[in-house]
């Protein structure tokens, strides 16, 4: 069955520093979207960035992913790390099969971002 | 933006108990979603539901849950006999049609002594 990695459980950086989460994924469906949540903690779990073009980059509130088929990666990236970047942060796949839609979700990276 | 609220946010229950969970979705989503989330593990697909009916279930989804949506109010997820291996957060999830972003709750922590 289809299945998301996110490699990394806990990710600690030093606000200021690039952050990079890893994501990848396997599903034998042509036809994927790539997405990343992120659930603050007592918060229900949002939509940060979703992408379902090869090799085109995505931006939201200054994070960004580039989906690329050839290596099943979604990374999320973000160029300097904020305080208020600390949550959990889930990668999903979601393929279309038979009409059903049911989004798989990775374990979750958690990032600390402390000063 | 769109809610989804779930209540409660915490129940405990005596393992053997029935238990409800109740979802109210984003008013003009027309599919709900429940996932189990362990803790320290990941959230997993319990079931969907649209139209009225179950459009698809995990291996998680044991005999003793139930799903339903009585006449568009909450959207429920029923446990009956709860047992130990209950005990997680289940998160409900709401999508308007042809559009694939789902609107997730808060989370009901529920906790089976």
């Known amino acids: 069955g289809d299945s998301v990695t996110q490699t990394e459980g806990l990710v600690t950086l030093t606000e200021g520093l690039p952050v990079m989460l890893n994501c990848t994924y396997q599903t034998i469906y042509s036809n994927a979207f790539l997405f990343w949540y992120v659930h603050y903690l007592n918060e229900s779990p949002w939509l940060l960035l979703r992408?379902?073009?090869?090799?085109k980059r995505t931006e939201h509130q200054g994070f960004h992913a580039t989906l690329h088929k050839s290596s099943s990666s979604f990374h999320l990236q973000k160029s300097s790390a904020q305080l208020s970047d600390s949550a959990l942060y889930y990668c999903?796949?979601?393929?279309?099969?038979?009409?059903?839609?049911?989004?798989?979700f990775g374990k979750g990276t958690s990032l600390v971002v402390h000063p | 933006g769109p809610k989804v609220l779930q209540i409660p946010s915490h129940q405990i229950i005596d393992m053997g108990q029935m238990v409800t969970l109740n979802c109210d979705p984003v008013?003009?989503?027309?599919?709900f979603y429940w996932y189990k989330q362990i803790l320290g593990q990941q959230m997993e697909f319990l079931v969907n539901?649209?139209?009225?009916?179950?459009?698809?279930k995990s291996k998680l989804f044991k005999d003793q849950f139930s799903v339903e949506r009585p006449d568009g109010s909450y959207f429920t997820l029923k446990i009956q006999p709860t047992a130990l291996e209950d005990s997680a957060v289940y998160f409900c999830?709401?999508?308007?049609?042809?559009?694939?972003?789902?609107?997730f709750g808060a989370g009901t922590r529920l906790s089976v002594l």
């Open positions: 999830a709401s999508r308007w049609d042809c559009q694939n972003t789902l609107y």
């Open positions: 992408s379902s073009t090869d090799n």
């Open positions: 008013s003009n989503h027309l599919y």
């Open positions: 539901f649209y139209n009225g009916k179950v459009m698809e």
């Open positions: 999903a796949l979601s393929v279309t099969s038979g009409g059903n839609y049911k989004p798989t």
